[in-house]
């Protein structure tokens, strides 16, 4: 899954896309270098992003995804986890809703994506941007994580998402210590996310916790540490990745992809 923000302030590449025409240029060159999905966000979830107002929201990605929703020649997903932009990119062309807030953004997001049959990426999260570190709290947090995707999940279904549109998501970074995630990672093929029984999206690229082993370092300067977690990522059994660097990180994707692949050969 390739990333493109069409936001002013994104961690990794605020700014750079904000232009439709560009952004699109940009998109079909993420699909062209090997992107299977393209996610498209118009407001920053970094910790400590100021909230962009849902018509902001809204003139930001319409344009890019209607565009690609022609051009792009694969899934366009939209990054919200407002139920009324969601509504209007769907509408536009978009067949994924990835909502970075795991339902608690917007009452009316379920139905919204019940009713156009799209499917859905529930991540893990607690609390908006601006104050999700403080709830990074975890007795054990495989078990934690997975208990509330569960129940996450079970929203979604009482909200009328069929459970087989649905893909879970970590959220590594959201809500979390840097140890929090690198041990998210370290055990993704714990049983208690098999027993959840749907695919996994993880989305490491150039985030913080990377500094553990990186030091400090630029988000433009993390691309080796995410080769590493990507790799981890699939060798533990994640079904998609979602990274900014789409041409490194899909020759990465495919070597470990023959590396699994020997596991049972």
């Not at 407001?43 to 990605?61: C, L």
């Not at 709830?135 to 929203?155: Q, S």
């Not at 279904?157 to 879970?168: K, N």
Request: with cysteine.
């Amino acid at each position: 899954m390739g990333i493109l923000n069409v936001t002013p302030d994104s961690f990794a590449d605020g700014g750079r896309f904000r232009d439709a025409a560009h952004a699109v240029d940009v998109a079909l060159s993420l699909v062209d270098a090997g992107a299977d999905l393209i996610d498209v966000g118009g407001e920053s979830t970094r910790p400590g992003a100021t909230p962009v107002p849902a018509a902001d929201e809204r003139a930001r990605v319409l344009p890019v995804v209607a565009a690609l929703a022609r051009q792009a020649g694969v899934p366009i997903s939209i990054d919200t986890y407002k139920a009324d932009v969601a509504a209007a990119a769907l509408d536009a062309g978009a067949v994924i809703v990835n909502d970075v807030s795991g339902l608690a953004g917007d009452p009316q997001m379920a139905s919204v994506v019940a009713s156009h049959r799209a499917a859905f990426v529930l991540m893990h999260n607690r609390g908006r941007s601006d104050a999700m570190y403080a709830r990074a709290k975890y007795a054990e947090v495989v078990r934690e994580v997975g208990a509330e995707l569960e129940a996450g999940m079970a929203l979604a279904e009482a909200g009328g998402v069929a459970r087989d549109r649905i893909i879970l998501d970590p959220g590594i970074g959201f809500a979390k210590r840097a140890e929090d995630s690198l041990r998210l990672l370290a055990r993704l093929d714990d049983a208690v996310f098999a027993a959840l029984d749907r695919p996994l999206l993880l989305g490491p690229s150039r985030k913080s916790f990377l500094r553990v082993g990186l030091g400090e370092r630029a988000p433009g300067d993390r691309e080796w540490g995410t080769a590493a977690a990507v790799t981890a990522c699939i060798l533990a059994g994640a079904h998609i990745v979602r990274v900014h660097g789409v041409d490194t990180m899909t020759q990465v994707a495919r070597v470990a992809d023959s590396i699994l692949a020997a596991r049972t050969a």
